[in-house]
């Protein structure tokens, strides 16, 4: 294998990509390095399994720790299983690239990513996204690519096309994009609420630099590429034409009146009486080999089923209803309702048709952030968001499972759908979890999460800045010159799966928070963007409506949740709260009840759940922490006694010398005969020296006193 390297000069950076170096057993592999980051992909390929239906595309991306030179944490130092960051990045790589291979390729294909060196500036993800497609081009598998990805930002109303992590800080908009050089085929977006029009034009700036990027594979394709690989329809001409027979009984099946799960039955009925009288299962005195014949003739007869489907699903959807007696611009009919359960900081039911969402809310303290470690620094979350799709929500017994690859990615959709209208921590010092139980499901309900999500926030309490809402477009593309695109707002399960997008977008009546952008077609012009921008805010502020009647604004903080308090103190005094070992604070916590958490900066949160505790907390930080100042009033307790004066402890751990002159206004033999150690003294800060050292006056007290009974006696 002839060694090839192709670049180009991206953003002020090199962008190179080389194949025939490494991995050279591999069907295809390539090295993509963009500054000091360094991504390899691989890409194998193999026949297909026996009695397959489906096109088994598997995705692969890993963090190695070294690459960014560190150890993984743990007992065992080594990588373990994907982290929530690979899970995202290799839904990101699936999307865009799995309806690219043909209609009827069922063979193997594996797509591997691994980032072999992160400088910390330059994301590994959408060098990963730009590797698979690489990959893919010079493999020789049928595929109908390149693609190109970028990662797009704003900073200062500027957009900036593949953003440092630095840069990153400073932007209102996170979009990663995935397309061909005439259309856009994968969005992802996270920003802070930006009006419609303007994120057309980022969209439209990131495809600029997309087209590059393909042309720079093209360039590695015409040098690298193999020879195209052979595959065979998986369905037999006989088997197609017996099949088509079927059309008349299951378009009457799919238009059956009902709800989802009855027109599932009547189609799944209807299929049934096909297979039996069409294929006949054999005798049981029939050998094996006509068995196998039946077996595969059933297999074929099954995929021609599925393909007969998504035609007459899109021949009733053109004819002006949908399967449920929708017209396109029709959404289903929406409730939202708040505070469903008892002692819960918060919750909501977001039901919209058949999809329903249980969202509940809980508040915590610091100590309930969470920690993520990957290649860059540790930071840690204050607001997460956990979705979780159980089997009854479709009306299935299937094993229960943890969440998977789709339970992640949808539930990181509602939650970079939500955390733009999130209060400042300024504001809100409070760590935030949200729960979406989906207890139905009929399309979209990683939408319903979101408009779940605002009203459970609101419920809880949190001050958010607006309710967000969000909705799914579809659409059925023109198969015919002369054609019209169909769109087709609110999507139901069956037209996600039988049409040709998904795309997902939530927002507020500002802007939008977030887009997610699943394609089955070629890829989107910027028209066909734009008009389903146009159609998402008007089905959005439609759903805001209902979801303000449920709740107009937030509720009181639940008294179940905790109290939180902030104070700021000196840095140096951090280590004195704390105490050796810990021993102060875990006192300070156990006699009050509350938590402490504790920022670099001096920033002590204090949770305590139960009234005064978050006060009395507060009170013994102020005490522990505070710094004496010249002119203050302390009283003090007199903690020794010297011949030339009295030690008084005016704060906790800071005490102060009253010099005997200064114990009295007139002459004083002994100090003791004006304190003893123990006595409660009010004493006047007179001094501190360069040194640090406390001068206190008791006799500056009592001539205090003493002018104000003379101007407050009559005359």
Not at 68 to 73: D, N, Q, V
Not at 461 to 490: F, K, N, R, T, W
Not at 637 to 666: T, Y
Request: charged content about 25%.
């Amino acid at each position: 294998m002839a060694f090839h390297r192709v670049e180009m000069e991206l953003a002020g950076r090199t962008l190179s990509i080389e194949t025939g170096k490494i991995a050279k057993q591999a069907q295809a592999a390539v090295l993509v390095q963009f500054g000091e980051t360094v991504i390899l992909g691989t890409v194998v390929h193999a026949a297909p399994r026996e009695g397959i239906d489906f096109f088994p595309l598997t995705v692969d991306y890993r963090e190695k720790l070294s690459a960014a030179g560190k150890f993984p944490g743990g007992f065992r130092k080594r990588e373990g299983a994907p982290s929530q960051k690979e899970i995202l990045t290799m839904r990101n790589i699936d999307r865009p690239l799995r309806p690219l291979f043909p209609h009827g390729f069922i063979d193997e294909v594996q797509i591997q990513c691994w980032v072999m060196a992160a400088d910390g500036q330059n994301e590994p993800d959408v060098l990963a996204g730009i590797a698979a497609s690489a990959a893919l081009a010079i493999s020789g598998i049928p595929f109908d690519g390149p693609v190109g990805n970028v990662r797009v930002a704003r900073i200062d109303g500027q957009l900036v096309a593949m953003p440092t992590a630095a840069q990153n800080d400073y932007s209102d908009l996170d979009m990663l994009l995935c397309g061909h050089e005439d259309g856009l085929n994968m969005i992802e977006v996270g920003s802070d609420q930006i009006p419609e029009a303007e994120m057309a034009e980022a969209i439209e700036f990131g495809h600029g630099y997309i087209k590059q990027i393909v042309g720079l594979i093209k360039e590695l394709q015409s040098k690298a590429a193999k020879p195209m690989v052979d595959f065979a329809s998986p369905v037999s001409d006989e088997v197609r034409q017996k099949v088509d027979a079927l059309a008349g009984p299951l378009k009457a099946a799919k238009t059956t009146e009902g709800s989802k799960l009855e027109r599932a039955a009547a189609v799944k009925a209807c299929v049934a009486d096909f297979l039996a009288e069409q294929f006949p299962e054999p005798a049981p005195t029939a050998g094996v080999g006509e068995y196998n014949a039946w077996k595969k003739s059933v297999g074929e007869a099954k995929f021609a089923i599925h393909d007969l489907e998504e035609q007459i699903t899109r021949e009733i959807i053109r004819s002006g209803s949908r399967t449920d007696g929708r017209s396109a611009e029709d959404l289903r009919k929406i409730e939202g309702e708040v505070g469903l359960f008892p002692r819960v900081h918060g919750s909501a039911l977001f039901t919209r048709g058949e999809t329903q969402a249980l969202v509940t809310a809980v508040i915590g303290s610091g100590k309930d952030e969470q920690i993520v470690d990957g290649l860059g620094e540790e930071y840690t979350e204050k607001f997460y968001l956990h979705y979780n799709f159980p089997p009854f929500s479709v009306g299935e017994a299937k094993r229960i499972t943890g969440p998977g690859r789709r339970e992640i990615g949808h539930g990181m959709l509602a939650q970079k759908a939500l955390m733009p209208v999130l209060p400042p921590v300024e504001d809100f010092p409070y760590t935030v979890r949200l729960v979406s139980d989906i207890t139905e499901s009929n399309g979209s309900s990683s939408m319903a999460s979101a408009c779940g999500g605002s009203l459970a926030l609101l419920d809880a309490g949190v001050p958010i800045l607006a309710p967000v809402a969000g909705i799914s477009i579809g659409m059925i593309s023109a198969d015919e010159p002369g054609q019209d695109d169909v769109y087709l707002v609110d999507i139901q399960g069956e037209e996600d799966h039988f049409g040709d997008m998904d795309f997902k977008v939530t927002g507020t009546e500002t802007g939008i928070t977030a887009i997610q952008l699943d394609l089955k077609t070629r890829g989107l012009t910027m028209e066909q963007i734009r008009t389903t921008f146009d159609k998402a805010r008007a089905a959005r502020l439609k759903i805001l409506e209902t979801m303000n009647a449920a709740i107009s604004g937030p509720k009181e903080l639940s008294e179940h949740a905790p109290r939180m308090l902030s104070v700021k103190i000196n840095p140096e005094k951090i280590g004195k709260l704390i105490g050796p070992g810990g021993k102060n604070i875990r006192a300070l916590e156990e006699n009050t009840g509350a938590t402490l958490t504790i920022e670099e900066d001096g920033t002590v949160f204090i949770a305590a759940v139960g009234a005064g505790k978050a006060e009395a907390a507060l009170e013994e930080v102020e005490k522990i922490a505070a710094e004496v100042k010249v002119g203050s009033y302390y009283n003090g307790r007199v903690a020794a006694i010297k011949d030339f004066g009295a030690f008084i402890e005016v704060i906790p751990g800071q005490d102060g010398l009253c010099h005997i002159s200064e114990l009295s206004d007139g002459f004083v033999k002994q100090v003791t005969d004006i304190v003893k150690v123990g006595d409660e003294v009010r004493v006047k800060v007179i001094l501190i020296d360069d040194q640090g050292r406390v001068k206190l006056s008791r006799k500056a007290v009592l001539e205090e006193e003493k002018q104000e009974e003379t101007s407050s006696t009559p005359a």
